[in-house]
């Protein structure tokens, strides 16, 4: 073998073991005559292994050669695997971590993890922000899973409910409402809520759905506000504006919208239908013998009793001062005459204790009958007070019916 042809074959072998995944770790068997040649070649060929496991990612590949180009690979193995260690560390929530010796790639891996370490900053201050406002807010917030049981409730739930979020956590909506399931998103919705002790509230309960699943598998955020003072207003107004502040019984005007529902119904279903007036017989003397006090207490006693003494689908009003109506359902002129016999004999014989003295009084009863031609509760009130008046003309303490007014049609 001559000398250039062997230095020909050394360059291409050389070149094969750098550029052939293939080529044998070993060089030719014409060039491992030369002794150096021989360890320059496995040694790329080892570097050769060394760099592939390392592209592939494999760091934990043990490099036992050295020299100067397997120290670069053993410093580069060790740096990545430190790399890789602070990429964990990262997706473990810390953002201290920087490099320093891989160039631009460490000034963008800087910057990043410094951008996270700010996004992580003001999120936990947002979350704090949030927490404070959740924690401290007088109304209940709370977040609902799929099924619709509590995720996070906050504090405030104590003052309203009477459970601390320990407790909820975990529970049913339905466990606290009459709600089944999850409440839609994007409604407000009035409702009552169970407290601990068994007692109840009204509640208004605003529902979102929350952006993206936090972690803990919540898809709703709620917010109870309690609204039972707001109800009971609503329903002291609503007493005021259909009855009687004094007796409790409906006022005229609402009396007279109860009269036309009903007259309505029994026109439809053919059903007969009474009104039955009623006054205090000398009211006046009553007022100046006893006070006015006195006969504050007579009127409520005459409702009272009224009430105890008539059916639950009858219904009673204050018409004036002492004047009462009472509407009664299914029933004929006959049977309305009844039941006015019935009331004038209780009243007769009650007698009321007041700082002034006990007091009895009686009632004079006037009875008509709805009939398909009236046109309006008012023509039954006129023929009823006609009867009224018939009654007081008799000599008052008595019952007299419609068909004892002149003109009667």
């Known amino acids: 073998m001559t000398d250039t042809p062997s230095l020909d074959q050394a360059v291409e072998a050389l070149h094969r073991v750098l550029s052939d995944p293939q ?85 963008a891996f800087n910057q990043m993890t410094e951008a996270l370490a700010r996004a992580k900053t003001d999120l936990e201050r947002s979350e704090a922000r949030y927490r404070l406002l959740a924690e401290h807010a007088a109304d209940v917030i709370v977040t609902l899973d799929r099924e619709g049981r509590f995720v996070y409730v906050s504090p405030s739930v104590f003052n309203l409910l ?15 409402t009459a709600q089944e399931g999850c409440p839609r998103p994007g409604t407000v919705v009035e409702l009552t809520i169970r407290r601990q002790d068994g007692s109840t509230r009204w509640a208004e309960v605003s529902t979102a759905a929350l952006p993206e699943d936090p972690g803990d598998g919540a898809v709703l955020v709620c917010v109870f506000r309690d609204i039972s003072e707001r109800k009971r207003l609503e329903t002291d107004l609503k007493q005021l504006a259909t009855t009687d502040g004094l007796t409790g019984a409906y006022n005229r005007r609402f009396f007279v919208e109860i009269c036309q529902q009903e007259l309505l119904q029994a026109g439809r279903r053919f059903r007969p ?25 007579v009127l409520r006693r005459v409702v009272e009793t009224g009430r105890s003494t008539l059916r639950s689908e009858d219904v ?23 039941v006015a016999e019935r009331l004038r004999s209780t009243y007769e014989q009650l007698a009321v204790p007041t700082r002034s003295g ?45 068909e004892a007014c002149p003109g009667r049609s």
């Open 273 to 297: 239908t009474s009104l039955l007036l009623m006054d205090i017989d000398h009211f006046k003397r009553v007022n100046d013998r006893f006070g006015h006090a006195a006969g504050d207490q």
């Open 358 to 402: 006990t007091v009895t009084f009686t009632v004079s009863c006037g009875v008509a009958e709805w009939k398909p031609h009236f046109q309006t509760v008012e023509e039954l009130l006129q023929r009823a007070d006609c009867a009224l008046y018939m009654a007081k003309n008799a000599g008052r303490n008595c019952v007299r019916t419609e």
């Open 23 to 107: 080529a044998s770790p070993l060089p030719p068997p014409e060039l491992r005559g030369h002794p150096g040649f021989t360890t320059l070649y496995q040694e790329l060929s080892a570097l050769r292994t060394h760099l592939t496991h390392i592209c592939h990612g494999d760091l934990s590949h043990t490099i036992h050669e050295r020299g100067p180009l397997s120290s670069c690979l053993k410093s580069l193995q060790a740096r990545l695997r430190h790399l890789t260690w602070q990429v964990q560390m990262i997706a473990a929530g810390d953002f201290t971590q920087r490099v320093e010796f891989l160039g631009e790639f460490s000034t």
């Open 162 to 176: 009477g459970y601390t979020p320990e407790q909820l956590t975990g529970r049913p909506l339905s466990d606290i």
């Open 316 to 338: 009673i009003g204050r018409i004036g001062g002492d004047e009462f109506a009472v509407l009664l359902p299914s029933t004929t002129l006959e049977q309305a005459a009844k």
